[in-house]
């Protein structure tokens, strides 16, 4: 299973981004896709994820009410729409696919997602 993020960019604080997993050849639906981010010298966290059913979502405090997690099955992609970005906010973007739940409406630790992307970066600066 392959993952591609993509949509990374630049962006002026204040504005907005939407970046996208796709997976060729593979049916993202019914599986738990999570989008995480690495700032310069920091960990890995997570941003937000996204379950089968539209109700179950997750998203980390830092990003509750800016950012948005959305599938479009039909185009078998995952999005994560990123308002009123932040400076802190930049960081290399990865979505991950876990094969073993089909919910999270909780925070789903890294070590149980099964695939990862190769990571889009994402600049918020003027």
């Not at 993509?6 to 981004?17: A, D, I, T, Y």
């Not at 738990?32 to 998203?59: H, L, M």
């Not at 992609?77 to 960081?91: C, G, I, S, W």
């Amino acid at each position: 299973v392959q993952l591609q993020a993509s949509g990374g960019g630049l962006v002026q604080p204040g504005g907005s981004l939407r970046i996208s997993c796709a997976a060729p050849g593979f049916t993202l639906a019914g599986y738990v896709i999570g989008w995480f981010r690495q700032a310069p010298g920091k960990e890995r966290e997570g941003v937000a994820c996204s379950g089968s059913s539209r109700d179950s979502t997750y998203y980390a405090d830092s990003v509750k009410g800016r950012f948005t997690i959305s599938r479009d099955n039909a185009k078998n992609a995952v999005y994560l729409q990123m308002n009123n970005l932040k400076p802190e906010d930049t960081a290399v973007y990865y979505c991950a696919a876990n094969l073993m739940r089909s919910s999270c409406s909780d925070y789903v630790p890294q070590y149980e997602y099964d695939y990862w992307g190769q990571g889009t970066l994402v600049t918020v600066s003027s």
